[in-house]
């Protein structure tokens, strides 16, 4: 495919997922929320699009319970897929998870209370999986080994640079005040070890909308949610969970900035378009009658009478 604006294609791409909140034995969450086939839509419209991430990045709150069939049955979605995809798989853990039977449940190992902490490299792009839970509760925090041991991944920068994948965003939720209660705690202390690192960007879920912000001068993104989102503009709610606009993001990382993208789950109806099928025609053209047929407003396609 020729390119047809300035800027060049991405160096990586990332597709980052949040929330999936899994129940045993494929029940439905809340009794209602189809969170399986929720998630089976998402990874089929990706895989449909034609985008091949080189890694699927799943930000926390994977189980809604943390229960081991939960687990398995996230696999036997997401692994398919991947590899389908060529992509690899990223989990991260979220306050609904538990460290033993993640732990067990996702990587095979003996189970452990240790935090979830993991580094990946992506054809050169550093992926860290920073487990920001406490357990037994639904508020973030980061324990003074765990920001040490950030501190010394950080010291030697990664050849394209570094994204943080966690569940609690650093950043505030001004219109959701009841999840100030549940927010990462110590902020500043996560954004004294990455200020001036390699870190191009930080993942975050949690809060089912998506969001943008800086903690030290990074970008934050967070990806809302598969299993259901937050509804933002209820007064009389201090939270409200609601079955709609349920998403995901496509993470572009070029040479000098990061793009996030963000992806409706669901099936849509068309009201206008254009097909692929003029993607010849459209490379076949030189940089000035493109200007003239797709830019100009007059011109034929503008008027409706086709390219």
């Not at 930080?202 to 993104?221: D, N, Q």
Request: aromatic share 6%.
């Amino acid at each position: 495919m020729i390119q047809l604006g300035q800027h060049p294609p991405p160096v990586h791409t990332i597709a980052h997922i949040s929330d999936t909140h899994f129940l045993a034995g494929g029940a439905l969450l809340y009794g209602s929320v189809e969170t399986e086939e929720n998630l089976r839509q998402a990874l089929g419209q990706l895989e449909r699009s034609g985008i091949r991430p080189e890694a699927l990045v799943f930000t926390g709150d994977l189980a809604d319970l943390g229960e081991p069939d939960a687990y398995q049955r996230l696999r036997a979605i997401v692994e398919p897929a991947a590899a389908r995809l060529g992509a690899e798989v990223v989990w991260v853990m979220g306050n609904h998870d538990e460290r033993l039977q993640y732990s067990s449940g996702l990587f095979d190992i003996e189970a452990t209370e240790a935090p979830q902490d993991r580094v990946y490299d992506i054809g050169g792009l550093r992926i860290i999986s920073l487990d920001t839970t406490v357990p037994g509760f639904h508020h973030g925090q980061l324990t003074d080994g765990q920001l040490d041991w950030l501190a010394d991944v950080l010291k030697v920068p990664a050849p394209h640079g570094t994204l943080i994948a966690l569940h609690h965003p650093p950043v505030p939720t001004p219109l959701l005040w009841a999840m100030e209660m549940l927010e990462l705690e110590a902020q500043d202390r996560f954004a004294a070890v990455v200020a001036g690192t390699d870190v191009r960007a930080i993942l975050g879920g949690h809060l089912h909308f998506s969001t943008h912000s800086t903690v030290a001068g990074v970008p934050v993104s967070v990806a809302a949610a598969t299993c259901y989102t937050l509804a933002l503009t209820e007064k009389d709610r201090l939270l409200s969970g609601i079955d709609s606009g349920q998403s995901f993001n496509i993470v572009h990382v070029y040479e000098d900035r990061v793009v996030h993208s963000i992806v409706p789950v669901g099936d849509t109806t068309e009201i206008t378009g254009f097909s692929a099928e003029h993607r010849a025609v459209i490379e076949a053209m030189t940089p000035e009658q493109r200007r003239q047929m797709f830019s100009n407003k007059k011109s034929r396609f503008n008027l409706g009478e086709g390219v």
